[in-house]
């Protein structure tokens, strides 16, 4: 059986990962990030049959040499590794340093493209996300039985051209709007806090729009929303979540779905030609 690496960062997304390369006949072999990896994760990982190695993100060197071990041409990398992981507090080998090193800007982007430029110079692929979780992407529709009022489509329109431009300069993927005014723009903290943020200037009703950058790397950081987005979204009385179809990964997609259309909120799939 063709063995494939995975490299498992934070949330549900690795444990998807793993049970699409199961789906395709591929082994996984799995390592998790000791920084990021949830316990549960790991847990749920092991429930399913698949075993998990752990090391730190700052020894890259030992990372791409276990990989080789294993006998490892491709490896995926799902779930969330944020940047000031890399950039605080851990210890990094020589490789990591010269990888960061070289880059003059250090967003999530560059550094992901780097890690993956450095893994392919050691003979190591990384494959696109969508290859092994294309099961994970709806497409365009309302997903709840509450559909945007006509308030609400035109700030879903307002905010996802806002969040495609924020997106392209690689600052982050999300906005909240609230009548044509943005309230929060999603940086470093992360998808829920910038929720949560906006929420709070919003005192309820606001919307939310989550997108993919429109030069996205499929091999990574591709947007997620899932049960937590969910519950940040109810946090801050928000209206509506809406993300971009065929470009986000849905987690939990019954038990999301059912949780939004319990609070009344409108879950979205857009596209470019939103309402249509």
């Keep these: 059986m063709e063995r494939w690496g995975l490299i498992a960062g934070r949330g549900l997304l690795p444990l998807e ?6 789906l395709m006949g591929i082994s996984p072999v799995i390592l998790g990030v000791k920084e990021e990896t949830d316990p549960a994760l790991a847990e749920a990982l092991n429930k399913a049959g698949f075993t998990v190695a752990w090391e730190s ?5 030992a990372i791409r040499r276990f990989f080789q071990e294993q006998k490892v041409a491709k490896v995926v990398m799902a779930g969330k ?3 000031e992981v890399v950039l605080t507090g851990i210890e990094m080998d020589a490789d990591l340093k010269t ?12 550094i992901l493209l780097a890690l993956a430029e450095y893994f392919a110079k050691h003979g190591i692929e990384v494959e696109k996300q969508t290859v092994v979780l294309s099961h994970l992407l709806p497409g365009k529709g309302c997903l709840t039985g509450r559909v945007p009022t006509a308030r609400e489509e035109a700030d879903i329109r307002f905010g996802y051209r806002t969040a495609k431009e924020v997106a392209a300069l690689n600052i982050g993927q999300s906005v909240v709007v609230k009548n044509g005014m943005v309230l929060a723009v999603e940086a470093m903290e992360g998808t829920d806090a910038t929720i949560l943020r906006g929420g709070q200037l919003a005192g309820g009703g606001a919307v939310v729009v989550k997108v993919a950058n429109p030069r996205q ?7 997620v929303i899932g049960p937590s987005t969910v519950a940040a979204v109810i946090q801050s009385r928000a209206a509506v979540l809406a993300f971009e179809a065929a470009a986000a990964f849905l987690l ?3 038990a999301t779905i059912a949780r939004a259309k ?3 909120i409108s879950l979205v799939a857009v596209a470019d030609d939103f309402p249509n």
């Design 262 to 264: 319990a609070e009344n």
């Design 252 to 254: 939990e997609k019954e």
């Design 217 to 223: 790397d499929l091999r990574f950081d591709i947007p």
């Design 57 to 61: 993100l700052g020894q890259l060197g």
């Design 99 to 110: 990888v960061l090193a070289g880059l003059q800007a250090k967003h999530n982007d560059a």
């Design 81 to 83: 590794v944020g940047k």
């Design 17 to 22: 990962a793993a049970k699409g390369m199961r």
